[in-house]
């Protein structure tokens, strides 16, 4: 078992940390001016395209996709410690880097399972960071943590499927340069429960679909929009399905799988940020006497937010590695342990970092509360810790069963 940090792997976080230094984090306040001017949580900022153009000439683009002719061609391993140091800047260095959900496990989606004219359409373009996309999975009528609860139909009519239902929570639905949904609903009612949905490509132009507005998170709009989405007899082409019939719940896993380790990678990245900030406000402020620094408390969470960031660490690169040696299937429980243990970490690490900072934690100007608001929401998107845990002690509990 090895997951050190090769030379290779030095020499791409090299590459990464100054573009970082030299343009996203002198670029964080020109993105918060230009959002601030246009009065619009979706807007989306001269300076993204900026940054972009910046990244792909420096060869810092698509990373998270190891086939060499459409992205870096990295290991899971190998493109850890990179999504982990764009964490540290949430709102810019993902989408700066093409690396941002949900395009990234859409582009995987269609990587795997898009026909040459789908991947060509769709594929292509996202790869190119021209357009976005969204995820239409989670519904606001079920429990949607049990994806069998899916009521979405997706109904043939000779050439076409028609699509109806609500979705919400379709994450980048809102922005302005979102094109195309993934969308996940039943087509056979009365198959095997894992084999009722399929997912089709819908595109948000089409008749019948209306994105009808967005949810916030803690009152927090990311940029693209969480979006509810009516698909109301919207009709494609049934060359528009991904896949098989009958495959959407397989196809779902496989996306959710890698884009579950993604975000507990950038999660490590936003704990960092976090520490970084708590540990300066703690050299610098003075109360009681002394430096909130030598308060025993204030140690106490240093020391504590350290230990827990380096666990978590040390979790996603065993996971990482487990699936470049074992694939996704044999990493299954290590993906569902991070899913539980990494949200669950940040937001610790990062509510100590808000109780350090005292009022300007919660106040605009500091990045800690829109980070929290970011970490503790992972506890629920994708699986909530619930579902992954009951994932893991069931695995558990049949190593203890008698055998026949």
């Known amino acids: 078992m090895d997951f050190g940090y090769t030379p290779r792997m030095e020499e791409w976080r090299r590459r990464l940390l100054d573009f970082m230094d030299s343009h996203i984090y002198p670029a964080e306040p020109v993105y918060e001016e230009q959002m601030r001017a246009a009065g619009d949580p979706y807007f989306h900022p001269p300076i993204v395209e900026d940054l972009k153009e910046e990244a792909r000439g420096r060869g810092l683009w698509n990373l998270f996709l190891p086939d060499e002719e459409r ?8 493109y850890a410690p990179l999504a982990e140091i764009s964490g540290r800047s949430p709102w810019l260095a993902p989408e700066v880097l093409n690396c941002s959900a949900p395009d990234s496990g859409n582009m995987e989606i269609l990587a795997h ?3 040459p004219e789908q991947q060509e359409r769709w594929l292509t373009p996202l790869l190119a960071g021209e357009i976005r996309s969204c995820f239409s999975m989670t519904e606001p009528d079920v429990a949607s943590s049990d994806a069998t609860n899916i009521r979405c139909r997706i109904e043939t009519d000779g050439d076409e499927y028609v699509v109806t239902g609500r979705k919400w929570w379709s994450t980048g639905a809102l922005d302005p340069r979102c094109r195309v949904a993934v969308v996940m609903g039943v087509t056979n009612p009365e198959a095997d429960p894992y084999r009722r949905q399929s997912m089709v490509l819908v595109p948000l132009a089409a008749p019948g679909v209306t994105v009808v507005g967005g949810s916030s998170v803690f009152g927090f709009h990311e940029r693209g929009g969480h979006g509810i989405i009516d698909y109301d ?4 082409p049934r060359s528009n399905l991904l896949g098989e019939e009958g495959g959407g719940f397989a196809i779902a896993q496989a996306r959710l799988g890698p884009g579950r380790i993604h975000h507990c990678m950038r999660l490590i990245g936003m704990a960092e940020r976090a520490f970084d900030v708590m540990c300066r406000r703690a050299v610098e402020r003075v109360a009681f006497g002394k430096a909130l620094g030598e308060q025993g408390v ?6 504590e937010s350290r230990i827990r960031i380096e666990e978590a660490r040390l979790m996603v690169l065993k996971t990482a590695w487990l699936v470049d040696t074992a ?3 044999g990493a299954r429980i290590e993906v ?3 899913k539980a243990a990494v949200p669950r970490a940040a937001a ?3 509510d100590r970092a808000l109780q350090t900072l005292g009022g300007a934690g ?5 990045p800690v509360a829109a980070l929290y608001a970011h970490a503790r929401s992972l506890q629920i998107a994708d699986g909530p810790d619930e579902v992954h845990k009951r994932s893991i002690a069931r695995r558990e509990l049949r190593r203890y069963l008698p055998t026949a």
């Open 348 to 350: 610790w690490v990062i």
């Open 71 to 78: 992205g870096a061609g990295l290991s899971l391993l190998e």
């Open 298 to 303: 204030v140690q106490d969470w240093v020391a």
């Open 362 to 366: 919660v106040a605009e100007g500091f």
């Open 336 to 338: 569902a342990a991070i």
């Open 327 to 329: 694939g996704a299937k």
């Open 113 to 115: 399972f898009g026909t």
């Open 233 to 236: 007899g919207a009709r494609v």
